[in-house]
């Protein structure tokens, strides 16, 4: 029997690793999208991936990934949950949105879901048949019941995060700005020990931050994003970057939630902010897209990043 076992990252991969651990078995997990593949193959079986497996490790062509603990693991759990939560509240939204726009119902007095349009909602009966009320009545409770499991899950990740392995690294990035807790506990568990990357460049890359390219000789093209990375992380990047498009500045929440962190990682995150607001008025004068503009913010964002989480010891 070998002594060494290859598997996929996918769903019960981190399960059976451990397991195979416990029993004394060298076991590595490699990402499916990381292993090469001849583009002629069109033979699978068990038995020949087995051996191509074998082969790669042999040649030193797989990389295994980064393992998160039972407790890493559980922190994803909360945090995906809650991704998948908030995906529903805009579901529910719009299907209310498209069912009184179906019925000739359109908001004309400000934005949607301000407390001005939450009444108007509440007082709406313009229905002519009761059922049709019915379903208006249900489609409101809908929204209200996916808001209010947010709300429970923003407080669970509150409460777990003392207790993390990782909470200080969290705590730390909350001085970046736009950087709030949800994010920084999103991107904590998504990408666990950032420190692992040897500089902020394979951090990016590992993010899908950084742009294809197809270069041969003197010629180099360079494309879109790889978007390779995880995604999830990199979407809550994006989302803070936003806050960027403000000229810097050190309100009473920010000092609020920064003052108690040691002097140096506050210094990064004000320097992170003098950067990234002129770069993104940089930028946008420039005439680049929004979503190219924010992608730039997102990819050097993650170099401060990992700057923090290298000079943020973690609990014991």
Not at 158 to 170: G, Q
Not at 179 to 189: K, L, P, S
Not at 218 to 228: F, P
Not at 237 to 264: D, N, T
Request: charged share 30%; with cysteine.
């Amino acid at each position: 029997m070998w002594d060494l076992a290859y598997l996929h990252a996918d769903g019960p991969g981190y399960g059976i690793h451990r397991h195979l651990n416990k029993l004394g078995f060298e076991c590595a997990v490699v990402s499916p999208a990381m292993i090469p593949r001849k583009v002629g193959d069109r033979v699978k079986t068990d038995r020949r991936d087995a051996e191509m497996l074998a082969r790669l490790w042999r040649a030193g062509e797989l990389t295994p990934i980064w393992i998160p603990d039972e407790e890493q693991e559980a922190m994803r759990d909360l945090i995906r949950t809650r991704k998948q939560a908030v995906d529903a509240v805009k579901v529910a939204k719009q299907q209310l949105l498209s069912f009184l726009l179906r019925h000739g119902l359109r908001y004309e007095n400000g934005e949607y879901w301000t407390q001005r349009h939450r009444r108007c909602l509440a007082e709406l009966r313009r229905f002519r048949f009761s059922h049709q009320q019915l379903v208006f009545e249900e489609l409101k409770r809908a929204v209200d019941q996916a808001e209010e499991r947010v709300s429970t899950l923003d407080q669970a990740i509150e409460t777990a995060i003392p207790d993390w392995h990782f909470a200080p690294v969290v705590d730390a990035l909350r001085t970046l700005r736009g950087v709030n807790t949800t994010i920084a506990a999103t991107v904590v568990a998504e990408i666990g020990d950032i420190t692992r990357f040897e500089n902020p460049r394979q951090l990016m890359s590992w993010l899908g931050l950084v742009p294809s390219e197809h270069s041969s000789g003197s010629t180099v093209r360079r494309g879109r994003l790889t978007k390779a990375g995880n995604a999830l992380a990199r979407t809550m990047l994006v989302e803070a970057g936003w806050s960027y498009r403000h000229p810097p500045k050190e309100g009473y929440p920010y000092l609020k939630r920064s003052a108690h962190l040691p002097q140096h990682i506050k210094d990064i995150g004000w320097k992170a902010q003098t950067r990234l607001c002129k770069r993104y008025r940089a930028l946008s004068r420039a005439g680049k897209p929004q979503p190219r503009v924010l992608a730039a913010i997102a990819r050097e964002l993650a170099g401060f990043i990992w700057d923090i989480a290298r000079n943020t010891p973690l609990k014991a």
